[in-house]
Structure formats: C-alpha cells, structure tokens
C-alpha cells in the first residue's frame, strides 16, 4: 500500500525559499521543497496573492499561487528528464492546465478535512518539522536553522505549526479513504494461487554454435540485404561547431592591497572579540491562563529538584524545534534571539537557570550552558577569505559587463568572428557533436537542444547566450552540418556479412528446436528426444515466478504455457538473448495457497490488493467532491 505525506503550509516556505541566502540556496531550490504526493507535484508551500485564477467553493486560487506551482512543476520535470532534457515540455501553456487541476484538488481536499473535523496532535507536527529537510543541517534537525528560517520571513512558530495543521489533515482525510478497502478471502486466495504457482518442467538446450549454416554468402544476397535495410546504415547526423565561452575564473585577477586593507576594516567587527552565550529554553506558548501557569509552576518545580533541564524541556516545552534537542537554542553572541532574551541571559551565570520571563512567543525559561570569549581576527586569518571575496566580487563585475556586451553583439552579427575581436575573446571549435552527445560544454543537453534548432541549425543564426551554470556562458554557431548519410556498401560490408550469419543461425536454430518439438509432441519422451537429438535435457522442479535457474525468457514462457490436461504435457520453444533455442515441457503446476504463505507474504498481498481498491476509492471521492461543488475558472 502507498501512503502519502503531504506537509506544505501554503505560502510559507515559498518565501523562505526565496529569502534564503547563499549561492547553494539559490540554485538548488529543491532544497526546500516536501514532496506533494497526492497530484504527483512537488508542493513548495504556495502562496496566494494577486487575480484570481479561480474560486471553489467560494475560496480563491490567486494568479501567484498558479504561477508557482507551474515554476515548481517545471523544476520537477527537468530533474526528472536530466540528460533527456526537452525544453518543449517546460512550455507554460501546456503545464497550466494540469497545474491549476492539481490547485482545484487540493482545495476541494482542504475543504472536506475541515468538514470531518479531523485532527493532528503537537507530537505529530514536532515529528513532521523535524523531518523537513530544509531545517536540517548535515542531515539532522537544527532548531537555530529553523528558527533563522522562521524568523527571517515575519513567521512565529505558532503560525507556521497551524498551517502545517492545515495541510496534515488533509493527509489524514486521504490516507483513511486509501486504507478503506480491503480484501476480500477469495481475492486474496485468488491472488496466492497466482503469485505463489509452482511449475515441474523439462527442458533442453539447443546452442546455436551447434548448428551447421552456408558461410557462403553471395554478393547479390548482401547487396539485397543493403538496399532492404539502408537505414540502418545511415551516418549519424553531427555538427561542427564555433563557440564563445565566458566563465568567471577566466576574468578573476590579483587584487590590490589596499583594497584588502579596506575589506578588513570593513568586515573585522564581524570578527571583533565577543562573548559567546551557549543556551537551552524551555518555551511555553501563551493560551489558557490556568494551563500556562500550571504548567511553567510543573517546569520550574521539576527544575528545583533536580531534575535534567534537557528531560524537563522535552517534557514542557511548545518549541517543537528544540524540545527533542532537550532545549537547545544554540550559540548567541548577543542579537540572536529578542533583546528581552539576552538581557536576561546576560545576567546568569553558567549553569544558572533564569526565572520566568515573557517575549512575543510565550514564557521562556532559560538555561546559560557556557559563556566564553572569542579573539578578534587578525588580517592574515581573514586575508585568504578576504582576496577570495574580492577577487570573485571584481570577476563578477567584469563578467557581467562582458555578458551584457556579448549578448547585444552575438545578435546582431552574423558570425562569432566579429564579437570576438570587439572583446577580445577567444572563438573555440569543437566537431561532431551530435543531439545526443558531445564534449566540454556541449555535454550540456541544453546547449546541444539549441545548436540543433532551426534559428542556429537551418537559419545560420548565432545562438542565444546560453547560461550552463553558475557563472558560465556560451554562444555558438553552426560551422558545419552534417546531415544523415547512407554509408556506401563498402564500409559496412562485414556488418552486412555479420547481420546475414545471424539470422541464418536463428533460422538454423529454431529449425531445430521445431523439430525436437514435432518429436516431443508425437509421444516420444524427452530423454528419448535428447538422445536422439544429440542433446543434454534437464528437470526444473517446483520453479516460482522468481526462479533464478533459468534464463527469464525461458521462465515466462513456462508460466504463460497452458495447463497441461489429461496427463498430456504443454511444449514450445523460445529463443534466448543469447541466441540459443530451448524447448519445454511443463508437466505440472502446483497453485499457491493464501495459508502456507509467510506473514509478511500475506500482508504484502493485503496492501496489494488494498492498495488497489484504495486508490479507485481515492479518485472516485475526489470526483464526488468536484461533481458536488461549485468552482469557476476565470
């Protein structure tokens, strides 16, 4: 049985996705993307906003919300293609209708969890949050990661656990309906007898070495063949091509001293000595007066008899990011957390735990683990990540500059020569590359998808500047097209010879393998037919669908034979990859039983089957709830 995991928050890790910083970040945007299961999109938390697209029931699907889920959709396809990458597929009008059907869903699903009054308990939303993976770092939840995350797009984590709530009904609601059929006992005996069959068989081996063949071939035959078959001898089609590539090592230079004099003055209070404050909380989120109090008076009397600040967080706190972690805020060195917080922290001693104290997230009470200082960096520890910066920075200007420069004059001219003397670049050339293939930068599929469109390929036009990554460019043109040709008989002669050789011997071989089978079936038994045939027969007894001891042509055979009737065995034959012949004959079958299966058999074949019917329930509901509501698409 499939279960689904639906955990998406409608507009929230959109924009931490966007807001998020550092170069990983922005290009690897599946980072934080939580698969969407039950449309087979990946959900990346939408977010409302704008026009409207269209209503259900009353509730809007904005223009944004669309937007992003068909960029999602996008992201999605081009990871799956990879290599296969088929730009034509990425087109916006052919995504949108299946996107906003897939938008339409989700929302009638919304709309009928609510109405169920389903629910999902704290424990089940902690576990969900600690499994995203765009809050963890090396692989494991990191509460200051969400935190930063949360806190960085105006989001407390009261909101971000009610429209998680939001979404993990809905999972429930679907997850129910998938698990509400079962099967039946003849279904499941049904099913038993056919995965658990056993079949007795017979079998010998015809090798097609052992067959004899005319190893004289005539010319007319072969010059037959050739003009029967000229396109399998076509050239592959191929390109040669010339090429101008930007890449931003090319443009990084030493920098000047002063310059690394003025990035240090800049960035050393960055690295100044400060105090470092290592820190654990216990958080409890304001709500019923009488609950709150109870509880704070439960943690801090814990706390005065001893007890483990990590066991009483886990116990009290509503701070699901760090409850599991016994508390643990991480390292603060003044402005991590709100200033009502470091005040506080700043006056207790390691060890000490404070008194109570109130932020905009509830009543915290706050354990100091350690304080210590830090040194003020000195030029030379900074000095290499200085120059790197500087260096990357100054590249990136002058890359940018030449980008834009390169883009205007590829255009307009009409070979590369022109825009590589203006700025003094390089032109490159690389031959055969083909739709399938090439080399450096033409192992991108994408460059490959455009030096073989017609604007480069047909029309002779310089291609679009092409982004390949971070920082690299390439615009190319078509030298040389080398169109498909049918190679002269000459050069594929002993192909030719070779391909005729083969198919004689299948011919051969299966002309043996019809009569051993003629044999078999006029009454002769298999050790008389093996005998007599000059081959070794074998005996394959109580052979399942996944027996290894024969090839898997040989296997399917056997099971696809008839049932032999009246003492009368099923024969046939089949050819191997290998190109041997084997002939069969099934003697008996023996049918599976549901009862002598294991218990992990049997319940595999319970969700097989429960699994099946589920998802036809799935469907059909989703289809009763459309028919049932009033949606309008503007």
Avoid: C
């Amino acid at each position: 049985m499939r279960f689904f995991f639906i955990t998406t928050g409608i507009n929230m890790l959109q924009n931490i996705r966007q807001n998020a910083q550092g170069t990983v970040a922005k290009i690897i945007v599946g980072l934080i993307v939580i698969s969407f299961s039950i449309f087979g999109l990946e959900s990346i938390l939408l977010g409302g906003g704008g026009n409207n697209v269209a209503e259900v029931n009353g509730e809007e699907i904005g223009v944004q919300e669309v937007q992003q889920a068909i960029t999602t959709q996008q992201r999605r396809l081009i990871n799956m293609m990879g290599d296969d990458f088929n730009p034509a597929l990425l087109e916006e009008d052919r995504i949108r209708p299946q996107v906003l059907e897939a938008l339409v869903n989700r929302k009638l699903l919304t709309q009928s969890a609510r109405d169920m009054d389903l629910s999902v308990s704290e424990a089940t939303i902690g576990a969900t949050i600690a499994s995203m993976e765009q809050f963890q770092v090396d692989g494991a939840f990191s509460p200051s990661r969400y935190k930063q995350l949360l806190s960085e797009n105006g989001y407390s984590p009261g909101y971000f656990k009610s429209t998680l709530r939001n979404d993990l009904l809905v999972n429930q609601a679907r997850v129910g309906l998938a698990g509400s059929e079962f099967a039946t006992p003849s279904e499941l005996a049904v099913n038993a007898r056919l995965i658990n069959e056993q079949r007795d068989f017979r079998y010998l081996t015809i090798p097609r070495d052992s067959v004899q063949i005319d190893a004289e071939i005539g010319e007319a035959e072969i010059l037959a063949y050739y003009e029967a078959n000229q396109p399998e001898f076509l050239t592959e089609e191929t390109v040669d091509v010339e090429y101008l590539e930007l890449r931003l090592e090319d443009f990084r230079k030493p920098v000047d001293e002063q310059a690394v004099l003025e990035a240090y003055e800049l960035a050393r209070h960055e690295f100044k000595a400060v105090t470092e404050h290592s820190v654990s909380h216990i958080l409890i989120e304001d709500g019923d007066e009488k609950s709150v109090g109870e509880r704070i008076t439960g943690a801090l009397a814990e706390l005065e008899s001893g007890a483990d600040f990590a066991d009483v967080a886990e116990k009290y706190s509503d701070d699901v990011g760090t409850a599991a972690r016994g508390g643990d805020l991480g390292v603060s060195r003044g402005e991590a957390f709100p200033e009502e917080m470091e005040s506080v922290i700043a006056t207790l001693e390691p060890g000490e735990v404070s008194e109570p104290f109130t932020t905009d997230a509830g009543t915290h009470i706050v354990l100091l683990k350690d304080r210590r200082e830090t040194a003020e960096a000195s030029l030379e520890e900074l000095r290499p990540q200085l120059e790197e910066t500087l260096q990357a920075d100054e590249a990136r200007v002058a890359l940018v500059r030449v980008v834009e420069d390169l883009r205007d004059l590829s255009f307009n001219a009409e070979s590369l020569d022109g825009p590589a003397r203006e700025l003094d670049l390089e032109v490159q050339e690389i031959a055969g590359v083909t739709r399938g293939e090439g080399e450096g930068p033409f192992s991108n599929p994408v460059l490959r998808e455009t030096v073989f469109s017609k604007e480069v390929l047909v029309a002779g036009h310089n291609s679009e500047l092409i982004e390949l990554g971070d920082s690299h460019f390439v615009v190319a043109h078509v030298k040389q097209h080398h169109k498909p040709e049918v190679q002269p008989i000459e050069a594929v002669r002993e192909e030719i010879v070779a391909a005729i050789q083969a198919e004689r011997t299948r011919e051969a071989v299966a002309d043996a393998a019809e009569e051993v089978l003629a044999k078999l079936r006029s009454g002769k038994g298999m050790d008389v037919v093996a005998s007599d045939s000059g081959y070794a027969w074998q005996v394959e007894l109580a052979a399942g669908r996944r027996s290894f001891a024969v090839a898997p042509q040989v296997l399917d055979r056997v099971f696809e034979l008839p049932v032999p009737e009246n003492a009368a065995a099923s024969s046939d034959f089949v050819l191997t990859s290998e190109g041997d012949a084997v002939v069969i004959e099934l003697a008996r079958v023996h049918r599976g039983s549901y009862d002598s299966m294991s218990v992990e058999d049997q319940r595999q074949v319970q969700n097989q089957i429960g699994g099946e019917y589920g998802g036809l329930v799935d469907a059909a509901y989703r289809a009763r709830l459309r028919d049932a509501a009033d949606i309008s698409v503007m």
